[in-house]
Nanobody, 123 residues
Framework: VQLQASGGGLVQAGGYLTLSCAAS????????MDWFRQAPGKEREFVAG????????YYADSVKGRFTISRDNAKNTAYLQMSSLKPEDTAVYYC?????????????????WGKGTQVTVSS
């Protein structure tokens, strides 16, 4: 499956953005979908995950209550709604898919990765 993240941009602190992850090649309805991010000089970190049904989600503590992950299997797309953005949310955001479809946690193996989209939050 090929993944393409989009929707990044420059936003002021306190603002919001919605990222999309469009899949092609295969349907995503058998995969868990996750979002990760990598800030300059830092390791890539887990942000949020959603199981294939959409009923199970998991978030990193740093984004809990501000970010919402969702998916539309009919559109073969996953989303990350980000609100109350902070400068420390600045990073390249990546979407990924895992064969561990029923598990939304961030410690599973990811099998497919998309190219990232830059999110910059100004103070």
């Amino acid at each position: 499956v090929q993944l393409q993240a989009s929707g990044g941009g420059l936003v002021q602190a306190g603002g919001y953005l919605t990222l999309s992850c469009a899949a092609s090649g295969r349907t995503i309805n058998t995969y868990a979908m996750d979002w990760f991010r990598q800030a300059p000089g830092k390791e890539r970190e887990f942000v949020a995950g959603i199981a294939l049904s959409g009923h199970s989600t998991y978030y990193a503590d740093s984004v809990k209550g501000r970010f919402t992950i969702s998916r539309d299997n009919a559109k073969n797309t996953a989303y990350l709604q980000m609100s109350s953005l902070k400068p420390e949310d600045t990073a390249v955001y990546y979407c990924a898919a895992s064969y561990y479809g029923n598990y939304s946690g961030g410690d599973k193996r990811m099998d497919f990765w998309g190219k990232g989209t830059q999110v910059t939050v100004s103070s």
